[in-house]
């Protein structure tokens, strides 16, 4: 097999947009900005430790049409830890979502979405669940 593990995504908006999306995964999903190359136009790389899994970068005018395709996409999902923090900060933000269980396995899951409506999934493990503030 050739591929050797997952490096990162990338989300294209119009620049207002661009702004939004990169305060909600570094404010609220906890990433970094971090060093990128010099492209030609606003671009973020986003951290978790020394790793980029997250670009953004401002959409052109002639990519505004793409903007608009149909998507098989659905979410991006996170481990995480301390469940109970998280979702205080979730309802300290006014951000929506929902609690899954997954079964057969000691896993929560918690299902958002950033401000495009791209959908975010943080997973938590059943040990991190005792303190959870919701079912």
Not at 52 to 78: G, K, P, Q, W, Y
Request: net charge neutral; proline share 4%; with cysteine.
């Amino acid at each position: 097999m050739f591929v050797l593990g997952f490096s990162h995504y990338n989300l294209c908006a119009p620049r207002d947009v661009l702004e939004q999306l990169r305060a909600f995964y570094c404010d609220v999903i906890g990433l970094k900005v971090g060093p990128r190359p010099s492209f030609d136009r606003p671009v973020y790389w986003l951290y978790i430790g020394e790793h980029d899994v997250l670009h953004l970068i401002e959409a052109r005018i002639d990519d505004v049409r793409s903007l608009n395709v149909n998507t098989t996409f659905d979410h991006v999902a996170f481990n995480c830890v301390n469940r109970a923090a998280v979702e205080r900060m979730l309802i300290d933000r006014g951000i929506a979502y929902r609690v899954a269980h997954v079964p057969g396995r000691s896993q929560i899951q918690l299902f958002l979405r950033d401000p495009a409506g791209n959908g975010v999934e943080l997973s938590f493990t059943q040990s991190d669940a005792k303190n959870f503030l919701s079912n």
